[in-house]
């Protein structure tokens, strides 16, 4: 389970990676479960327009702010909110589109794209949890397919968001972390070239985008002890 990654703090890679401006406030560097964080989404259409049957593009990109741990629209109040999200900061692809707590989302085509410098995983090939710190190989932002939601109830507002993540016992690198005799998971890191049509294109469709990322364009570097 991926619970743990590192927020892009440059402002100029926002442009730059994701086509929209950087966040006015700057979000912690180091992101937990019911931490805030941002994550690009469709902006609202306008209205009036006339949408295409299956659009190449939306209407623009916007910076949504969430919570880094999913609130189903079901959860009947918000401490049990609290109590639920630290355990759905991840979505497993071969499910979303039949989980009670991911469903609703994805079906509504709530998808985004949660940017991240790196993401950890514990390597326990030493009998011990060594934290590593996995980025992409040209130091360019990751872009990791996400679904977000927005849970309100009795005047309380939650809107959150978690990792889409796809089976990673094959992969060359990944393989290594997390225990040993469980199923490895790694989240969904899509290809710039990707983006919109991730955005855009129809749920039945965004399965097709849920498969893991090279091995060769990652590298994977214990954390040095402070």
């Known amino acids: 389970m991926t619970a743990h990654f590192e927020s892009v703090q440059n402002a100029a890679m926002y442009p730059d990676a994701f086509d929209v401006a950087a966040p006015e406030v700057k979000f912690e560097r180091d992101l937990w479960p019911r931490k805030l964080a941002v994550f690009v989404r469709n902006a609202p259409a306008v209205e009036g327009a006339v949408p295409e049957a299956e659009p190449s593009a939306g209407p623009g990109r916007e910076l949504g702010v969430g919570q880094f741990g999913f609130v ?13 999200s630290t355990k759905m900061v991840n979505a497993r692809s071969e499910t979303v589109t039949t989980s009670n707590n991911f469903r609703d989302a994805w079906l509504a085509g709530q998808r985004c794209i949660v940017p991240m410098m790196a993401f950890f995983e514990d390597d326990w090939r030493s009998g ?47 393989h290594r972390y997390q225990q040993n005799g469980n199923e490895k998971r790694m989240p969904v890191i899509l290809g710039e070239g990707a983006y919109d049509a991730w955005l855009n294109t129809k749920p039945e469709k965004a399965r097709e985008f849920m498969r893991a990322y090279s091995a060769h364009l990652l590298t994977a570097n214990p954390v040095e002890k402070q």
């Open 72 to 84: 189903p629209r079901w959860v009947k109040s918000a401490s049990d909110a609290k109590l639920r």
């Open 128 to 174: 011990k949890a060594v934290p590593t710190r996995i980025t992409r190989v040209d130091g360019k932002p990751m872009g990791v397919a996400s679904i977000w939601e927005r849970w309100a109830k009795d005047g309380a507002e939650i809107i959150s968001f978690t990792l889409l993540t796809v089976n990673a016992n094959s992969h060359a690198l990944l």
